[in-house]
């Protein structure tokens, strides 16, 4: 697998917990290591307790010892395929959420894990935020956890709500575009912190994605047209380094 760069683990940050405050258990499935660590890194920054497998038959043992509350699943494995998988974990806990992890032009494999009962899928090449992304949306579906006050970032005059993808500046309402959306988020979870344009890219685009790092520039340029204008600079250029979020003043 070609290297890829990634984001500083940094300190996990407030996210959804267990009911009980504990933080939640999600097992990552795949026999892809570098991609089973990328996958797992993403999700301890949201502060959750994160063990992997390799097989199925591991996956199987591992769940049974761990408890987790969702399992991220890869549909081919060596040993047995994650259909198998699903069915074996949801014999002994019906009701676990599970995000399965398809190649980008296995449509079968899609239709068939949704119909065998999982709950959702992502394709690779994947954006890491995204699986963290669509695990939140399922874990509060199922329940049992407890969400951070609001799902709300919030930096100067800056919030951003998760839940309704809305932003406001000012109590003024800022449209943004999907992607804007994902890259202001990560740079608001991020506050004061210099980014690069790889950990960028790695974070709001994909693991492998095969553009140039100039399509950072672009897309920060866009936010800055919406977020910036007629109005103090938040977001800032590091030469050399990134690109940094901060309140203005």
Same mark, same amino acid.
């Given at each position: 697998?070609?290297?890829?760069?990634?984001?500083?683990?940094?300190?996990?940050?407030?996210?959804?917990?267990?009911?009980?405050?504990?933080?939640?258990?999600?097992?990552?499935?795949?026999?892809?290591?570098?991609?089973?660590?990328?996958?797992?890194?993403?999700?301890?920054?949201?502060?959750?307790?994160?063990?992997?497998?390799?097989?199925?038959?591991?996956?199987?043992?591992?769940?049974?010892?761990?408890?987790?509350?969702?399992?991220?699943?890869?549909?081919?494995?060596?040993?047995?395929?994650?259909?198998?998988?699903?069915?074996?974990?949801?014999?002994?806990?019906?009701?676990?959420?599970?995000?399965?992890?398809?190649?980008?032009?296995?449509?079968?494999?899609?239709?068939?894990?949704?119909?065998?009962?999982?709950?959702?899928?992502?394709?690779?090449?994947?954006?890491?935020?995204?699986?963290?992304?669509?695990?939140?949306?399922?874990?509060?579906?199922?329940?049992?956890?407890?969400?951070?006050?609001?799902?709300?970032?919030?930096?100067?005059?800056?919030?951003?709500?998760?839940?309704?993808?809305?932003?406001?500046?000012?109590?003024?309402?800022?449209?943004?575009?999907?992607?804007?959306?994902?890259?202001?988020?990560?740079?608001?979870?991020?506050? %004061?912190?210099?980014?690069? %344009?790889?950990?960028?890219?790695?974070?709001?685009?994909?693991?492998?994605?095969?553009?140039?790092?100039?399509?950072?520039?672009?897309?920060?340029?866009?936010?800055?047209?919406?977020?910036?204008?007629?109005?103090?600079?938040?977001?800032?250029?590091?030469?050399?380094?990134?690109?940094?979020? %901060?309140?203005?003043?």
């Amino acid at each position: 697998m070609t290297s890829v760069n990634v984001p500083s683990s940094g300190s996990a940050k407030a996210g959804l917990r267990r009911a009980d405050g504990s933080p939640v258990r999600v097992l990552v499935v795949d026999d892809e290591a570098t991609l089973s660590e990328l996958v797992s890194m993403a999700l301890r920054m949201e502060g959750w307790d994160i063990r992997t497998a390799a097989d199925g038959t591991e996956a199987v043992r591992v769940a049974r010892e761990f408890r987790p509350d969702a399992v991220v699943l890869d549909v081919m494995l060596p040993d047995m395929s994650g259909l198998e998988v699903l069915r074996r974990l949801r014999s002994e806990v019906p009701n676990l959420p599970v995000l399965f992890l398809t190649a980008k032009d296995a449509v079968e494999d899609r239709i068939a894990g949704l119909t065998a009962g999982g709950d959702d899928y992502v394709t690779k090449p994947f954006s890491l935020e995204e699986v963290a992304l669509r695990l939140r949306a399922l874990l509060r579906r199922a329940g049992g956890v407890a969400g951070p006050s609001g799902s709300t970032l919030v930096v100067g005059d800056l919030t951003l709500d998760e839940d309704s993808r809305e932003v406001h500046r000012g109590g003024d309402l800022v449209p943004l575009t999907a992607t804007e959306f994902e890259l202001l988020r990560y740079l608001m979870r991020n506050p %004061k912190r210099v980014l690069s %344009k790889a950990q960028i890219l790695d974070r709001v685009w994909s693991y492998d994605f095969g553009g140039q790092a100039n399509i950072v520039e672009l897309y920060i340029s866009y936010l800055r047209k919406k977020i910036d204008a007629d109005r103090e600079p938040m977001i800032h250029t590091m030469r050399g380094a990134g690109y940094v979020l %901060k309140p203005a003043g």
